[in-house]
């Protein structure tokens, strides 16, 4: 019986103009937002832990209102329960602050482990797996290629810049998953019926004992100071290959002294 | 002048590229004082500018992940208050900044492509959303932990006294959780390594499969491929040479991208590039908004022109 906690993360969509708010926080009103692409690898990779054993998915999100429909997708892939912290105090936090929702809401949960996709597509950081590991007193294995559960054993495959690592572990865990580990499932159509009626927790602050002064950005230990947008780039030279296109793309490497 | 501590990347005692470029940086900001795992201290670390350099030898530091990497450099910053902690910006550098703020209760900032003091107050430059956005921040907790992407400045040689310190911390039982049961390194394939490089020429779905000139090319320039998500996920080319979201990001002075769209998240890896060429037979493929230069043609008839006319240059 392997419980699961899966964190995922409602974010802008990536396809569209993000952008800030005056505040230097990301904008979030004016951008469609959704579960995360890398956190679905996430919901994926714990459903086929549980498939090939036993066990239950519980999804976690921390977000405003909105961010429940990142909860109910990952219901509609087949997670059995879902968490939505959700209060206002909590606007503008950093990582640290977000860290420790997540680690107080993961600690009010059974679980055995803790799945997350490896970055958010917004923020992209790619700590958060580090950080509430940190907090809960347990490894964390990050970028996971793939993930078995052996009896009381996880073991993990991780393909890194330099090499492969195989790697071992035992008792609670935090994992984050990268897009190798398989394409996530669409929700079938029964899938988003069952959903329906999938129990949603819906937690604030003091569910978890904190109190408004932990979170926010008042309490963060970074501070934007401002942010630009990239200047366009200057329409460039493009010509159609009649025989030439190789030498006078050499012609453009060399005015510009790449040869 | 305050210690900045700059964590030393330095597999088979090899300093990488990224770590000398942050010996540089950290001598903006204050002296650079090199950390080191391991039993060699190089002699490039004194060359590029460290005026001490801490060496941390624990067979332990190799068997777990970064659990002990991470314990042993927090107690180094409790112990020394630097004025800013530089690591690569690597998965493994990542993680352990992450860990080291956390625990020692500063700010962090993962992914800077600069980083200025101006005073005691230390600025980073971030690029973010698919590098359509700069951002600036400053840390206002602790000892500024800060993350670097390569290619952020250009290593300088400088000479610094390079005082060797062995230190030894106890490593808590509770960051031996996992194990490391086998590590198999890749094969060398002779090229920069892909965020390292100056040059990447890159190659997608217009290949069909077939790298072979974009590889040819690469190589007369001296340059790293990589490759999009289409051809990866076609099982064409290694995932660890993907450029892209969910792959390196990489920021070189000239990107040459064949046979590829430019699909959002493709351009999540590529956009901050300084230079960027592309080849394509599709005369409206997106990339083309990206470009300096771009050739509407087969890259199967262009590259291996435009790689004899680099040979024939150089001579």
Redesign the interface.
């Given at each position: 019986m392997t419980k699961i906690v899966v964190a995922v993360k409602y974010v802008p969509d990536?396809?569209a103009d993000?952008?800030?708010t005056s505040d230097?926080t990301v904008d979030r009103e004016g951008v469609d937002g959704l579960l995360s692409e890398?956190d679905e690898y996430a919901v994926e990779q714990a459903l086929q832990v549980v498939e090939a054993g036993e066990g239950e998915v519980t999804v976690l999100t921390v977000g405003p209102a909105d961010a429940a429909d990142a909860v109910r997708k990952a219901l509609q892939m087949g997670a059995d329960a879902g968490v939505h912290v959700e209060d206002d105090a909590i606007a503008g936090s950093?990582?640290?602050a977000t860290?420790l929702v997540l680690a107080k809401a993961i600690e009010k949960l059974d679980y055995d482990l803790v799945f997350f996709g490896?970055a958010s597509?917004?923020?992209?950081?790619?700590?958060m797996p580090?950080?509430v590991a940190?907090?809960l007193?347990?490894?964390?294995?990050?970028?996971a290629?793939e993930v078995t559960v052996d009896g009381e054993t996880v073991k993990?495959r991780r393909?890194?810049?330099?090499?492969?690592?195989?790697?071992?572990?035992?008792?609670k865990?935090v994992v984050s998953v990268?897009?190798?580990t398989g394409e996530a499932r669409y929700p079938s159509f029964k899938g988003i019926m069952a959903a329906k009626k999938k129990p949603v927790e819906e937690w604030d602050l003091s569910d978890l004992g904190l109190d408004a002064s932990q979170v926010g950005a008042d309490a963060?230990?970074?501070?934007?100071?401002?942010?630009?947008?990239?200047p366009p780039?200057t329409a460039?030279?493009?010509?159609?290959?009649e025989g030439?296109?190789?030498?006078?793309?050499?012609e453009?490497?060399?005015s510009?002294k790449?040869? | 002048m305050s210690e900045v501590l700059v964590l030393i990347d330095a597999p088979e005692g090899k300093v990488t590229k990224p770590s000398l470029e942050l010996l540089t940086l950290a001598r903006r900001i204050g002296e650079p004082s090199a950390v080191v795992f391991g039993s060699e201290v190089p002699s490039t670390l004194a060359e590029y500018g460290a005026e001490k350099i801490y060496q941390l030898d624990d067979a332990a530091y190799d068997e777990y992940l970064v659990g002990p990497k991470a314990a042993a450099l927090s107690q180094l910053v409790a112990d020394k208050s630097p004025a800013a902690v530089l690591v690569p910006a690597t998965f493994e550098g990542k993680e352990i900044a992450a860990r080291v703020a956390l625990k020692t209760e500063s700010g962090l900032i993962t992914d800077a492509v600069d980083v200025t003091a101006d005073g005691g107050a230390i600025t980073t430059t971030q690029s973010v959303f698919a590098g359509n956005f700069t951002v600036d921040a400053k840390i206002t907790q602790g000892a500024p932990v800060i993350a670097v992407k390569p290619n952020s400045t250009s290593p300088e040689q400088v000479s610094g006294a390079g005082t060797v310190e062995a230190v030894s911390f106890e490593i808590p039982d509770a960051t031996k959780g996992a194990k490391i049961t086998s590590n198999k390194p890749k094969e060398a394939s002779g090229r920069p390594e892909l965020t390292e490089a100056a040059i990447v020429v890159s190659g997608g779905r217009g290949t069909g499969g077939d790298f072979s000139e974009v590889e040819k090319f690469a190589d007369s320039l001296g340059a790293a491929v990589g490759a999009s998500r289409a051809a990866v996920d076609s099982g064409w080319y290694p995932h660890s040479f993907q450029v892209g979201q969910t792959g390196k990001v990489v920021s070189p002075q000239l990107y040459v991208a064949n046979g590829i769209s430019g699909a959002i998240q493709h351009r999540a890896g590529m956009q901050t590039s300084k230079t960027i060429v592309a080849v394509n037979k599709d005369d409206e493929a997106p990339i083309f908004e990206l470009v300096d230069f771009g050739v509407v043609g087969d890259l199967k008839t262009v590259l291996p022109q435009a790689t004899d006319e680099v040979v024939k240059r150089k001579g």
């Open positions: 990536a396809t993000r952008t800030f230097n890398l950093d990582v640290f860290s490896m597509t917004d923020g992209g950081m790619g700590v580090t950080l940190e907090r007193g347990l490894p964390a294995v990050t970028f290629s993990i393909d890194g810049d330099a090499a492969t690592q195989e790697i071992e572990a035992t008792g865990l990268t897009d190798q963060a230990w970074t501070a934007v100071e401002s942010t630009e947008p990239r780039r460039g030279e493009i010509v159609t290959d030439d296109g190789g030498a006078k793309l050499v453009f490497l060399a510009k790449f040869v | -």
